[in-house]
């Protein structure tokens, strides 16, 4: 049986960032035959919010928390996401992979912004059986804070560690984790910490990106790699193909 | 705090029988106005597939299990029976209820045809927040079987256990449970096996009462009583006012 893999689309590179709530058609469509033409992979898909739900969650002040004040705004955080997912999934199909959508909300557990369940035996069966299940960040309940925004990348540190994944991809819409301008080919546990207090790290990471990287970094310290690369590269990494991205491994991974 | 409600709306009773995929906006409005003039209540909504999902579910035999021939008939039955999900949350979301869709196919996991796992922490969470989690029949995945049918009984049935909830009705679209066109006013474990075996029970009970009943004598069983009644009394259940129906109740229930 083939390895799995864990592909996460980022948000930015499936939304357009002019327009809230558009998707990037052209883009999509790009993946969806990337992804149909190697559908013997098993494989699990999550993707970001991009230009859908983050206005609202801001808005709404969601990933602070939920209460009496601004309950309305996880109906509407969650359909926004929700509706990019239905997209997303239309996307896959009709590019012949077998999609269905998963939403967080539904079968997730959260407490202090932390994710601390997801269902994860679904998930494990549909790839068994031949479909890719579609997840996104989402609007979780939270013990601490009522609900909390579950980011995407959150989300594949806990599938990777929790599902035991091997291969986990994430494709941006730039070539790798930069510094000044140049891809940065490994990270590890140490030298992120000298990149990140010399501030080479810092110019070019956006806070999305710098969020990915600390997502990642927990990933490789329990022994875990992940990759991150151009989304024009995605058919590479699924080929097991040099990418030119950065690779973010731990101690242990001598690769 | 208010005592929890598990409100279940019967497939026929919110969908037209007489064409596939289309809902009974009347009844639907009715309960929109019912539910919604009573939000003081921590509740939670299963909701049937009635006309939407059976067609489907029945035509791909998902109910048997799903392997490669049937893979494709998983998307098709879920998303009609997510889409029947979405109107009903919108109906409910007008009636001026805070609801927000459930979908047990995200956080659920079934073995050989019965669900072992659904996620319950987050329903609370909703419940405590003043959200109304509306949750239906849907397809799950199954360490078994592949996946399966998990019906809007079978849901009841395991929330109502796991979560321990006090009040649970179910509105469909007869009285109650009828023995020659009568309501049976109390079904009890004991005299349930009588009417069953007496032949008393069966002219008027369909596959979906029996079946109804079935999970309902399994929460007597574990000491929790059901109320089913006719829709139109689900103002008189919510109030706690006598509404004509079958309470099924066990042993140790001296109600």
Do not use: W
């Amino acid at each position: 049986m083939s390895e799995m893999v864990l592909l996460k689309l980022g948000g930015s590179v499936i939304t357009r960032k002019d327009s809230a709530g558009v998707i990037d058609s052209h883009r999509l469509s790009f993946l969806a035959d990337v992804i149909g033409a190697r559908q013997e992979r098993r494989m699990t898909i999550v993707h970001g919010a991009g230009s859908f739900g983050h206005p609202e969650a801001s808005r709404y002040r969601i990933m602070e928390g939920v209460g009496a004040e601004n309950i309305g705004g996880v109906y509407i955080t969650h359909s926004a996401v929700r509706s990019l997912n239905e997209k997303v999934v239309d996307a896959l199909r009709s590019g012949g992979c077998e999609a269905v959508g998963v939403h967080p909300l539904s079968g997730a557990f959260a407490c202090d912004g932390r994710l601390v369940f997801l269902e994860c035996r679904n998930l494990a069966k549909m790839m068994d059986l031949g479909i890719v299940p579609v997840l996104h960040g989402d609007v979780v309940f939270d013990g601490e804070r009522g609900a909390t925004i579950i980011s995407g990348d959150q989300l594949v540190q806990y599938l990777g560690r929790i599902m035991g994944f091997r291969r986990i991809g994430l494709a941006t819409d730039v070539p790798g984790i930069l510094d000044n301008g140049r891809v940065i080919p490994v990270i590890t546990p140490q030298n992120a910490g000298s990149l990140t207090l010399g501030d080479a790290l810092v110019p070019d990471v956006t806070g999305g990106m710098r969020g990915k990287v600390m997502e990642m970094l927990e990933l490789a310290r329990a022994g875990i790699r992940s990759e991150i690369f151009h989304v024009e590269r995605t058919g590479d990494f699924l080929d097991e193909k040099p990418h030119g991205g950065t690779i973010i491994t731990g101690e242990g991974d001598d690769e």
